[in-house]
Nanobody, 118 residues
Framework: VQLQASGGGLAQPGGSLTLSCVAS????????LNWYRQVAGGQREMIAR???????DYADSVKGRFTISRDNAKNTLYLQMNSLRPEDTAVYYC?????????????WGRGTLVTVSS
């Protein structure tokens, strides 16, 4: 499975960006689709996830500003990021999780860098 993330770049504080992640297989095969981010020198953290059924959850740090969504027909995951802050600067990764005989299997895309700066 390949996950191709795109949409990162430079944004001003208060601005918006939309990240996309295209999967090479049917995304309905995955239990959850997730966005993680990793700041320089920090650990990778989950910031948003969406279940097979479409239920979304967010980290407190992005709740109310970011929106995760999916287009099953296009096998694509999105992250709409609004009201961006300098602390949102990070490398963003898309992730897909499925289970094989109760064993979790994670698939990762290459990261896309988001820089929030004036």
């Amino acid at each position: 499975v390949q996950l191709q993330a795109s949409g990162g770049g430079l944004a001003q504080p208060g601005g918006s960006l939309t990240l996309s992640c295209v999967a090479s297989r049917n995304i309905l095969d995955f239990v959850t689709l997730n966005w993680y981010r990793q700041v320089a020198g920090g650990q990778r953290e989950m910031i948003a996830r969406i279940t097979h059924g479409g239920k979304a959850d967010y980290a407190d740090s992005v709740k109310g500003r970011f929106t995760i969504s999916r287009d099953n027909a296009k096998n694509t995951l999105y992250l709409q990021m609004n009201s961006l802050r300098p602390e949102d600067t990070a490398v963003y990764y898309c992730n897909a999780l499925r289970f094989d005989h109760l064993h979790p299997i994670n698939f990762w895309g290459r990261g896309t860098l988001v820089t929030v700066s004036s």
